[in-house]
């Protein structure tokens, strides 16, 4: 979509293995929420042309964020293909801006699109159980060897985390072969990965190097895995297939309750979660929209979304180099026919956020919470509101860089504030409980 705007979620300067940095984002929510994303969370950069996104990938937190321009520079002079966006990053002095090569811009554009190389698989990091993170597997010259490869604090972290996946794509290489969420992930191809951060996990699983990533594996190669359940060791190879990504889920949670969950906003997002408010909801039946953890994805896909709740109207402002810009939303009832959900702002709405909502989806957010259209729950949310737009170069390479910043209808600055809730709460479950409250009292008056 040439000419359209993106926004992006990690501070970091150029430098080489940026496609694993893909999932820092994902780690950046665990932190805050206590759940890690995995592979399923993989997406990355817009296509070249501009297609509008707000991925999370890095944070200050990720040990590259230390290396600087200048290292990342020098990896782009020794492998070659990223050196022309390496120099336009280093020289923007833009700490949100990054560079790819052309083979890790078109990994990211098929992430965007909704696809991945994998095996289906999202993991989360767990606590351990006592003083075996393995579930009684490990051993205790795991944890040595785990504090000789990272040094000491290192292998305290690893004896009090293990990795667990976190759930299992339906019709994927792992769900045929058996593996189920809950089972604990202990070597990906052959690397021990208890008490590594799932950025580094999910790197193995699809295919790159976690030390100096390029672009991941191609579909049909292989990856033993061993975990173990209940004690039992599991031992599996799978072959990696380019899979779909399930970015909308939709469920009952009782009490007449839909819950719409959004991963991210990758390609088509928008329009599943159309169709599942009219579909699948009641016309006056509450709504629970899920946005914790959603690192951002494509702005149109979440400028759509917002159609599913609100009558049209005013979505979000930005600038491009100085030039105002405004989004506004097409209210589903436009195209629903006779057939359609009626008014689509009668169905009571709770917006559930935490410190792992970024971007694109803080900007849903804060259109729902200024228009007075839901009521918003949870914590305090990341805080990213710059805008990048992608700079393809000459030798290939893609340079992204700010161009400007996005407000919501109030004209709210979210960078470097995020979205306060209208009603905090202090743990996921807590969220959840509060949120059904909250609608309960809206039907009420509704």
Do not use: C
């Amino acid at each position: 979509m040439p000419g359209s705007w993106f926004l992006d979620t990690r501070p970091r300067r150029s430098r080489r293995g940026t496609l694993t940095l893909v999932f820092v984002g994902v780690l950046a929510t665990g932190a805050a929420t206590g759940a890690f994303g995995g592979e399923l969370a993989a997406f990355g950069s817009a296509a070249p042309g501009g297609a509008a996104h707000g991925v999370g990938r890095g944070g200050p937190q990720h040990p590259a964020d230390g290396k600087g321009a200048a290292a990342g520079s020098g990896a782009a002079r020794e492998h070659g293909d990223r050196a022309d966006a390496d120099v336009v990053v280093s020289r923007s002095g833009d700490r949100w801006s990054a560079a790819y090569s052309a083979r890790e811009y078109e990994g990211l554009r098929q992430a965007l699109d909704g696809s991945y190389v994998g095996v289906g698989i999202s993991v989360r990091q767990a606590r351990a159980e006592g003083a075996s993170p393995g579930g009684g597997a490990a051993t205790e010259a795991d944890r040595e060897s785990a504090t000789d490869r990272k040094g000491d604090a290192k292998g305290r972290t690893a004896r009090r985390t293990v990795v667990e996946v976190d759930r299992v794509q339906p019709a994927s290489p792992a769900d045929r072969a058996g593996i189920r969420a809950g089972d604990r992930l202990h070597s990906v191809a052959g690397h021990q990965v208890t008490g590594e951060p799932v950025t580094a996990v999910v790197a193995l699983l699809r295919g790159s190097d976690p030390d100096s990533p390029d672009a991941p594996a191609d579909p049909g190669s292989r990856v033993r895995l061993h975990l173990t359940r209940e004690g039992t060791d599991l031992h599996r190879t799978l072959r990696r297939e380019r899979l779909t990504t399930e970015s909308v889920r939709v469920d009952r949670i009782g009490d007449g309750v839909t819950r719409v969950k959004i991963a991210s906003f990758t390609r088509g997002s928008g329009d599943q979660v159309r169709r599942a408010v009219r579909e699948r909801v009641p016309e006056e039946g509450p709504v629970m929209l899920d946005l914790r953890g959603n690192s951002g994805g494509l702005v149109e896909e979440a400028v759509t979304a917002a159609g599913a709740f609100l009558d049209g109207g005013l979505v979000a402002t930005y600038d491009d180099n100085g030039t105002e810009h405004a989004l506004y939303a097409d209210s589903d009832t436009d195209d629903a026919g006779e057939d359609g959900p009626g008014d689509v702002e009668r169905r009571p709405l709770v917006v559930l956020v935490d410190g792992g909502t970024m971007s694109a989806a803080e900007m849903l957010t804060g259109a729902l919470q200024d228009r007075g259209r839901a009521v918003v729950v949870g914590s305090r949310t990341f805080g990213k509101g710059s805008v990048q737009m992608p700079r393809p170069q000459s030798d290939g390479s893609v340079a992204e860089l700010t161009v400007g910043h996005y407000t919501t209808p109030s004209g709210r600055d979210v960078e470097g504030r995020g979205i306060v809730p209208d009603l905090s709460v202090k743990s996921r479950g807590e969220s959840m409980e509060r949120a059904r409250k909250v609608l309960s009292g809206l039907e009420a008056r509704s």
